[in-house]
């Protein structure tokens, strides 16, 4: 199978490992899910059929050797397939769709949005689109719409150095009050101030 290709043609490829091999499928269509979902709860008894039906036509490249009974491996790859596809168990979509609301917000998503939103394009024609031709889009639709993109970042804090002038004039005011007998503690004690100051500041 050449997967370059299949990328293209099917935007998400599956793989379901077996022991006799690995079995490599696509999702169905929301077209093709209702139809087969719309099938099974009219008429229960085709589901077999149903099941080998989901597998020929999903089923993209396989590893298998065809002397395996594929009945289980059928139902198997079968039931993956539509739990994929559509919407099985209410609580699981909307987990699901919680997920994809998180993608969006990249900043590749957004700029398809607008895009989409400004020209009236669906999302697969802008995909076609070269890197720069979309961004000359981008800045089109900024425009027409009225809304720059932003992106939100972490802004670094700023480094403040040691203010040596400051501590330079404290130190000044100890050396002034030579006379003083307590001069020297003083200046001792203002000088392993800013000895600490200096650490402190380079240690930030």
């Known amino acids: 199978m050449d997967v370059f290709q299949a990328k293209k043609e099917h935007r998400s490829l ?7 091999g690995t079995v490599v499928w696509r999702p169905l269509s929301q077209r093709e899910y209702r139809a087969y979902r719309d099938l099974a709860w009219q008429s229960p008894e085709m589901v077999p059929e149903i099941e ?20 289980g491996i059928v139902t198997t790859v079968a039931y993956q397939v539509i739990s994929v596809s ?6 699981q979509a909307l987990g699901q769709l919680a ?29 076609k689109l070269d890197f720069q031709e979309f961004l000359r889009r ?4 900024e425009v027409m719409l009225g809304a720059l993109i932003q992106v939100e970042t972490e802004e670094a804090p700023v480094e ?45």
Request: charged residues 30%; aromatic residues 8%.
């Open 99 to 127: 997920t994809w609301r998180a993608e969006i917000n990249t900043l590749d998503e957004q700029m398809v949005l607008l895009v989409c939103k400004a020209f009236r394009y669906t999302p697969e024609e802008v995909e």
């Open 14 to 20: 599956y793989a379901t490992d077996f022991q006799s």
């Open 86 to 91: 559509g919407v099985i168990n209410p609580m």
């Open 52 to 71: 080998e039906q989901i597998f020929e036509d999903c089923v993209l490249d396989s590893s298998i050797p065809d002397s395996t009974d594929l009945g």
């Open 160 to 204: 403040q150095g040691v203010d040596f002038d400051k501590d330079s004039k404290e130190l000044n005011k100890f050396r002034q009050r030579e006379g003083d007998g307590s001069a020297l503690e003083d200046r001792k004690s203002a000088a392993l101030d800013l000895r600490k100051k200096f650490h402190a500041q380079r240690g930030a």
């Open 138 to 141: 981008v800045a089109m639709a």
